[in-house]
């Protein structure tokens, strides 16, 4: 006789359901797609780089997922109708993506974290009606080949502040973003919406 998983493990259960997770296909990207695919869901990966969605597939394959993927550059909005048809049907839509810029790095950072609040709330608001929930995660530093591409000297001191802002002593992994991500595209967070999920430390932010 087959003993159902406890409802504190199933309620993280994504069997059934589809996600889709953008580029880029490295880092915590890659991170958030194979966790989804561990927990249950057929996750398509759209990315302009076929090298990296055929490494992305690997990962996931390699830990018992499904992956689909699809070469699209989500940059090109008029492409974006085409990617999610391409799911067929879509539960759980993951805009994962990173940015790089020449000005200073936490700047840089602060400024395109906070630019994901009203545009979380507002759907939330208009859609809640209809059952669809919307929240973001917004991490704190993440130790990725992406933050690895400034400076070496600018890099280390940028990891060290970020370091001493946060009581846990050290910098993100892009684990601790998947593990972010996992939580609202579950049941347990059947009750949350139009929230900013902060993987950060406890380190302080402006907005």
Not at 158 to 182: K, S
Request: hydrophobic share 40%; aromatic share 2%.
């Amino acid at each position: 006789m087959l003993v159902p998983p406890p409802k504190a493990l199933s309620a993280y259960d994504l069997s059934g359901r589809t996600a889709l997770a953008p580029e880029p296909p490295a880092a915590s990207g890659r991170a958030c797609a194979v966790l989804l695919a561990e927990a249950g869901a057929t996750v398509h990966r759209d990315d302009r780089d076929a090298d990296g969605l055929d490494g992305t597939a690997t990962l996931i394959e390699n830990h018992g997922g499904t992956a689909r993927l699809h070469v699209v550059d989500v940059t090109d909005r008029s492409r974006l109708p085409e990617a999610a048809r391409s799911c067929g049907r879509l539960d759980v839509p993951a805009a994962i993506a990173g940015i790089t810029h020449s000005g200073p790095v936490l700047e840089t950072r602060d400024a395109a974290k906070a630019a994901v609040v009203q545009p979380t709330r507002t759907p939330a608001t208009a859609l809640g009606p209809h059952g669809v929930r919307v929240n973001a995660v917004a991490p704190g530093w993440i130790r990725t080949p992406m933050t690895a591409r400034h400076d070496r000297a600018a890099q280390a001191h940028t990891e060290a502040v970020m370091t001493r802002m946060t009581p846990l002593g050290r910098g993100g992994e892009p684990d601790d973003v998947a593990h972010a991500v996992r939580y609202p595209a579950s049941d347990v967070s059947g009750f949350t919406t139009g929230r900013i999920l902060r993987p950060n430390g406890d380190a302080a932010t402006p907005w």
